[in-house]
């Protein structure tokens, strides 16, 4: 329950962000090119809240349904208009002013992604260094001639400093092309570039397609000690507590804490007869690992965690954080490079190169929003930068209903002279909506089946 009321509230907290600024862009450009602002609104349906200075000021409203927003302006098409207020009429602007008030709202999302990503940067984070552990066989790793101590450097000439840093890096560049140039310093520290080949067939199944690279984070053969033991879990129903050295399991020794986790994992559900040293006694435990779905099948889960030694953490950690100018710098080509991402993906999807398992619906942005605030507030930030990038290049494609759409009219506008018949605009608006609802629809099916499979 916990669970869900927290994905529940931090997927409200992005929503109301996103939402806020996409229309707030839409409600500044309005009031600075001279257009009357009636309402700005958050949400739809049952008005929870509102405040209007004057009857002649903008009222602001909260509605009951969080799943966007709208800028209502004073336009003869939409109810008489005041003659007072007719010079001050959305449809009565100048083309170049309706063009600047319909774009400012996906240009606003443009600008939160460079805001989050400029304060990320400049905040920093602290990360592992990304030094591969055992590569796969028969993976397009292995196949590239990576092998386990490769630290990677750069990828299509970009530094990787942290391991979220290099695997974000491929997994975007693998978006854009087959192969991929990657520079990694091996164990004896000679720099060498690789070139990673992905089929293209991958491309069109992403849940298949990091698992088919082979790369994962070194890791070293840690002693089997128990750090902390999550409350409720298998290992504390068991009574094992921090300190434990874990000495056998099933008569069997236990050398490493990767040994202790391979077993649990390939034992879900049966009863383990463990043996801890705590404190110089011997102590025997029965554990019953918790069955776990994964993308690797059933797994066991008993919810203990390693002890690490603090001079490993050093050797391993690395801060990352960037001055004032180059956190902006780095800002704007971040969020150019999504935004191209974003495109290219709307491109394969349309042309059959990309699966329609790349679509996400409500359910699976909601789980994104609460993963990502679960690890921490960093990565919540980057979630939002991400989906703001993406609602603002969505917007913008030219589907009536959307801005984009709207844009798309004004061009036909531009070269013809005159406006589109409204008989027109709304004849292409109700293709459009039918195929937003189709998409959305879709969508939706695909979160359903993610949650069932």
Same mark, same amino acid.
């Given at each position: 329950m916990f669970s869900l009321l927290h994905t529940l509230f931090y997927f409200i907290v992005a929503l109301t962000i996103l939402i806020a600024f996409h229309e707030f862009g839409h409600y500044w450009a309005a009031r600075r090119l001279g257009v009357k602002v009636l309402r700005f609104s958050l949400g739809f349906g049952k008005i929870l809240w509102r405040?209007?200075?004057?009857?002649?000021?903008?009222?602001?409203?909260?509605?009951?349904?969080?799943?966007?927003?709208?800028?209502?302006?004073?336009?003869?098409?939409?109810?008489?208009?005041?003659p007072a207020d007719l010079p001050y009429a959305f449809n009565r602007q100048p083309l170049i002013r309706r063009v600047a008030i319909v774009f400012a709202g996906p240009f606003f999302n443009f600008i939160l992604a460079i805001l989050i990503y400029w304060a990320v940067f400049m905040i920093g984070e602290t %990360?592992?260094?990304?030094?591969?552990?055992? $590569?796969?066989?028969?993976?397009? !790793?292995?196949?590239?001639?990576? @092998?386990?101590? /490769?630290?990677?450097?750069?990828?299509?000439?970009?530094?990787?400093p942290t391991w979220n840093h290099a695997i974000g890096e491929l997994l975007e560049r693998v978006m854009e092309t087959e192969a991929i140039s990657v520079v990694v310093k091996t164990k004896d520290g000679e720099q060498l570039e690789r070139?990673?080949?992905?089929?293209?067939?991958?491309?069109?199944?992403?849940?298949?397609?990091?698992?088919?690279?082979?790369?994962?984070?070194?890791?070293?053969?840690?002693?089997?000690?128990?750090?902390?033991?999550?409350?409720?879990?298998?290992?504390?129903?068991? %009574?094992?507590?921090?300190?434990?050295?874990? $000495?056998?399991?099933?008569?069997? !020794?236990?050398?490493?804490?990767? @040994?202790?986790? /391979?077993y649990v994992r390939a034992h879900p559900g049966s009863t383990l007869e463990v043996v801890v040293d705590r404190g110089g006694q011997r102590l025997s435990r029965s554990i019953t690992p918790v069955p776990v779905e994964s993308e690797e099948g059933r797994i066991g889960r008993i919810g203990a965690a390693v002890q690490i030694p603090e001079q490993l953490v050093d050797d391993m950690q690395i801060d990352y954080r960037l001055g004032v100018l180059p956190a902006f710098v780095a800002a704007v080509e971040k969020t150019v490079d999504y935004s191209v991402l974003t495109l290219k993906m709307v491109g394969r999807m349309l042309v059959g190169r990309a699966g329609i398992e790349n679509l996400s619906g409500p359910i699976s942005i909601a789980q994104y929003a609460g993963k990502s605030a679960s690890i921490g507030f960093n990565q919540f930030l980057?979630?939002?930068?991400?989906?703001?990038?993406?609602?603002?290049?969505?917007?913008?494609?030219?589907?009536?209903?959307?801005?984009?759409?709207?844009?798309?009219?004004?061009?036909?506008?531009?070269?013809?002279?005159?406006?589109?018949?409204?008989?027109?605009?709304?004849?292409?608006?109700?293709?459009?909506?039918?195929i937003l609802l189709?998409?959305?629809?879709?969508?939706?099916?695909?979160?359903?089946?993610?949650?069932?499979t």
């Amino acid at each position: 329950m916990f669970s869900l009321l927290h994905t529940l509230f931090y997927f409200i907290v992005a929503l109301t962000i996103l939402i806020a600024f996409h229309e707030f862009g839409h409600y500044w450009a309005a009031r600075r090119l001279g257009v009357k602002v009636l309402r700005f609104s958050l949400g739809f349906g049952k008005i929870l809240w509102r405040r209007q200075r004057t009857p002649e000021s903008t009222e602001f409203t909260v509605a009951a349904l969080p799943l966007g927003g709208y800028v209502k302006m004073v336009d003869e098409r939409e109810g008489a208009v005041a003659p007072a207020d007719l010079p001050y009429a959305f449809n009565r602007q100048p083309l170049i002013r309706r063009v600047a008030i319909v774009f400012a709202g996906p240009f606003f999302n443009f600008i939160l992604a460079i805001l989050i990503y400029w304060a990320v940067f400049m905040i920093g984070e602290t %990360g592992i260094r990304p030094i591969l552990g055992p $590569v796969t066989s028969n993976s397009l !790793a292995a196949q590239a001639g990576f @092998e386990e101590g /490769d630290e990677i450097v750069a990828i299509a000439g970009k530094t990787t400093p942290t391991w979220n840093h290099a695997i974000g890096e491929l997994l975007e560049r693998v978006m854009e092309t087959e192969a991929i140039s990657v520079v990694v310093k091996t164990k004896d520290g000679e720099q060498l570039e690789r070139t990673l080949t992905v089929p293209e067939e991958l491309l069109q199944h992403p849940n298949r397609l990091y698992q088919q690279l082979g790369l994962r984070p070194w890791e070293p053969d840690l002693p089997p000690v128990i750090d902390r033991v999550e409350p409720g879990g298998a290992a504390d129903e068991a %009574g094992l507590q921090s300190g434990d050295r874990l $000495v056998s399991v099933d008569g069997n !020794a236990i050398r490493t804490w990767r @040994e202790w986790v /391979d077993y649990v994992r390939a034992h879900p559900g049966s009863t383990l007869e463990v043996v801890v040293d705590r404190g110089g006694q011997r102590l025997s435990r029965s554990i019953t690992p918790v069955p776990v779905e994964s993308e690797e099948g059933r797994i066991g889960r008993i919810g203990a965690a390693v002890q690490i030694p603090e001079q490993l953490v050093d050797d391993m950690q690395i801060d990352y954080r960037l001055g004032v100018l180059p956190a902006f710098v780095a800002a704007v080509e971040k969020t150019v490079d999504y935004s191209v991402l974003t495109l290219k993906m709307v491109g394969r999807m349309l042309v059959g190169r990309a699966g329609i398992e790349n679509l996400s619906g409500p359910i699976s942005i909601a789980q994104y929003a609460g993963k990502s605030a679960s690890i921490g507030f960093n990565q919540f930030l980057k979630f939002l930068a991400i989906v703001s990038v993406s609602l603002a290049v969505l917007n913008l494609l030219p589907i009536p209903v959307l801005d984009g759409g709207h844009l798309l009219f004004y061009l036909i506008e531009a070269v013809k002279g005159s406006p589109v018949s409204e008989q027109t605009q709304a004849f292409f608006q109700q293709i459009g909506l039918f195929i937003l609802l189709s998409l959305m629809s879709l969508a939706f099916i695909l979160d359903i089946e993610r949650l069932l499979t």
